[in-house]
């Protein structure tokens, strides 16, 4: 999970600022890292052509304890539900975005006959 660290690491320290701690401990960090992860969620996107062009088509939308296989094994849960493909984790708290990560598995792309999910 240390790639989701990655990721987290500034935006944990600016909420813990907010909360007037600026020189957290390293206890406070993990355990405001943690409640963080469990109140994101994390959303599936594949680039595909379009006109011309390309989009982000919208397979997924994870919360918690459901985006945990995601997050322990990218590259493999990708590949294993959506197939190979060029895709990017978007992770949000609530409306607040958090970081973006890609990721480009090598495989059938599983993922060109499923419907795109609404957001909104």
């Known amino acids: 999970m240390e790639w989701v660290w990655e990721l987290y690491k ?5 909420q813990l ?3 007037g701690k600026k020189d957290p401990t390293d206890d ?4 405001a890292f943690m409640r963080l992860l469990s109140e994101s969620t994390v959303t599936v996107l594949v680039q595909e052509p379009w006109q011309s062009s390309v989009r982000f088509k919208v397979l997924a939308r994870y919360e918690r304890e459901k ?4 997050i322990h094994d990218p590259m493999e849960y990708l590949l294993e539900n959506f197939g190979g493909g060029k895709f990017k984790l978007n ?4 409306w607040n975005f958090i970081a973006t990560q890609n990721f480009k598995p090598q495989g059938e792309p599983k993922w060109k006959s499923m419907p795109e999910i609404n957001i909104q």
């Open 10 to 14: 500034r935006y944990v320290h600016k």
């Open 17 to 19: 600022e907010r909360t």
């Open 91 to 94: 992770f949000h708290e609530g």
């Open 67 to 70: 985006m945990m296989g995601l």
């Open 28 to 31: 406070e960090v993990q355990h």
